[in-house]
């Protein structure tokens, strides 16, 4: 019998050059195509290195390149990514048994050094006029092209804005069509990425719903750099920068602290994160400087302390029920050792003459006063004593 191709023999077709295009395998003197299910890039290593090619691979799903007309001769492929040939991989001959359409065709691209106009897995947004959102668009074989939305998510916008250099970003992945519809190839579908990935192209991914996927449902994505790191604290609203609510970075935003049952001690270790200095660091009146508007509050603040060397940490632990705004946690820190201080944390003295006048009391190297909500007689006698 003359055969056209020995059994086992490779070659990629219909694609725009020789590194790439639909798989087809000879089987008994047949040169037929390869299902897409459970195709994947350890499937597609072995035909590139059974083509001589040794770079990285790509699998590519049903659609990327035209559909075949022969048989489909093999399905569910599972190779290690060691073999010497596609044959010797697991898999399901199915020779006119096959219940695998050639929408479903599978494809290779071997990735190989060249000069280009685009490095292959860079990606970029496009259709927006903005560098911070867009349609999704993939560098592959020398060529752009885009990504289809089925399976698409946070997560897997995530680690395109992280690519893009939108390090700790808030990233929002956006369905199809949202930023015009693309043009060239629909590279990669089902999408599966943990988020942690430093490229698109190291998720996984299978080609599950890809085969009727158009341009009209090019994935894009919005980042957006959040307004805070977390665990960064600020004091808001105070009388000077040493005084104000205490408000905690938490998930990217800030909310406010609650107030309720804090001691000087986490004054003294906020104070001290925050760069000022800690001598008389106090917890005041709660909402002393106004209620927070953050869409955040009632954030319990706890502290951690490894060792007596080691200066101690905050962490958000949760959230208080019935902490309100009206519970957010006001601080009193000193200015740092640097910066001389007016007086002493607990001083007082008379404003207006030397034996009568405004009581002020010293906090954090500052002066202040005092209301007279339930001030009696006994509280004078204090500060007379005080006074000498």
Not at 264 to 293: E, R
Request: net charge neutral.
């Amino acid at each position: 019998q003359n055969c056209p191709c020995r059994n086992g023999d490779i070659r990629l077709m219909a694609g725009t050059s020789s590194n790439e295009g639909r798989v087809e395998v000879c089987y008994n003197c047949v040169w037929g195509t390869v299902c897409d299910n459970g195709w994947d890039d350890k499937d597609a290593q072995v035909v590139c290195r059974q083509l001589g090619f040794s770079g990285r691979a790509l699998a590519m799903g049903g659609g990327v390149f035209p559909s075949g007309a022969s048989l489909v001769l093999l399905e569910a492929v599972s190779c290690l990514g060691n073999e010497t040939s596609l044959i010797r991989c697991p898999r399901r001959v199915a020779v006119g048994q096959s219940t695998c359409s050639h929408s479903r065709d599978a494809g290779a691209i071997c990735l190989v050094q060249s000069y280009s106009s685009c490095l292959d897995g860079a990606v970029r947004l496009s259709g927006a006029g903005d560098s911070s959102l867009g349609r999704v668009e993939i560098c592959v074989n020398n060529q752009w092209g885009t990504i289809c939305d089925s399976g698409w998510d946070n997560s897997d916008a995530k680690v395109v804005c992280r690519q893009l250099g939108f390090n700790n970003s808030l990233a929002v992945s956006v369905p199809g069509g949202r930023f015009g519809a693309g043009t060239g190839r629909i590279f990669l579908s089902g999408l599966q990425c943990i988020g942690n990935e430093s490229a698109l192209l190291d998720c996984p991914r299978t080609f599950s719903g890809a085969q009727g996927c158009g341009h009209s449902q090019d994935a894009g994505v919005v980042c957006t750099t959040p307004p805070c790191t977390n665990g960064a604290l600020r004091l808001a609203d105070g009388t000077d920068k040493y005084s104000g609510r205490l408000e905690v970075c938490n998930g990217g935003q800030w909310g406010t602290v609650c107030g309720k049952d804090v001691s000087n001690d986490l004054a003294t270790t906020a104070c001290g994160l925050l760069g000022f200095g800690t001598k008389g660091a106090s917890v005041l009146n709660n909402a002393l400087f106004g209620s927070g508007s953050t869409r955040m509050f009632g954030l319990v603040l706890v502290q951690q302390c490894r060792n007596q060397t080691s200066p101690c940490t905050l962490v958000v632990n949760g959230t208080r029920s019935k902490c309100s705004h009206w519970d957010d946690l006001s601080l009193l820190c000193a200015p740092p050792a640097t910066v001389p201080l007016n007086c002493s944390t607990g001083d007082v003295k008379l404003v207006g003459g030397q034996t009568d006048g405004l009581v002020e009391v010293c906090l954090g190297g500052q002066w202040g006063t005092v209301c007279d909500d339930s001030w009696t007689d006994n509280s004078a006698r204090v500060v007379c004593k005080q006074l000498g």
